[in-house]
């Protein structure tokens, strides 16, 4: 993947930092060796040095274009939806949906790389407070429009958050760690909970 003539050198960046996702998000902080992510991207080791620096740092970056693409792709469309119950539907459905094949199958990288390499990883700590700073505020704000809506009664939307950014959690920890049929299970009963709390 070195740079080809007149190829701009942040779209060769940005194609190796996807592969090095894949690379963590599959085979995990230490199964990511030096060589592996040489093979993932097509780069030598000095490339990848030159331009990401050491493997702590280039993992870091990895677990901050995870995070874009996920806000993007899942939290961004239940943050800022137009509906309230239906959005948290959409996010658990198509939560369940990541987990049918590889690397979503594995889980979340944030997860995933939090409970593998916590200390080891200076910075980390904060992206996984970022995660889930994100999810949650993704849940208090659909949480709100299906309380305006009149979907579910009022008065509690910090405790649903915090109870639906556990199952988020949870969903992405038995994929690992489990099955991913045991994931998708998961996140299809988170899915049905917000219209059961209409009556309560």
Known sequence: MA????????????AALDAVVDA??????????TSLLEASTGLARSSLLNTFGPKDRLCLA?????????DAWLVAPMASGEEGVADLERFFDVLASLKESPPGSSGCLVVNLSAE??????????????YRSHLRDGFVAALGRAERLGEITPGSRAQRADLLLGIAVAV???????SAQEAQRLARSAAA?????AGC
């Not at 963590?24 to 060796?33: D, E, K, S, V």
């Not at 909970?193 to 709390?197: C, I, Q, S, T, V």
Request: glycine fraction near 8%; avoid cysteine; aromatic fraction near 12%.
């Open 24 to 33: 963590f998000w599959t085979h995990g902080y230490a199964g990511a060796t």
């Open 117 to 130: 390499a916590p200390a080891r990883l200076e910075g980390m700590a904060q992206r996984v407070e970022r």
């Open 193 to 197: 909970l917000p219209r059961e709390w």
């Open 172 to 178: 992405n920890w038995t994929a690992r760690s489990v």
């Open 62 to 70: 990895a677990v901050d274009r995870y995070q874009e693409r996920m």
């Open 3 to 14: 740079p080809s003539v007149g190829r701009p050198l942040g779209f060769e960046r940005d």
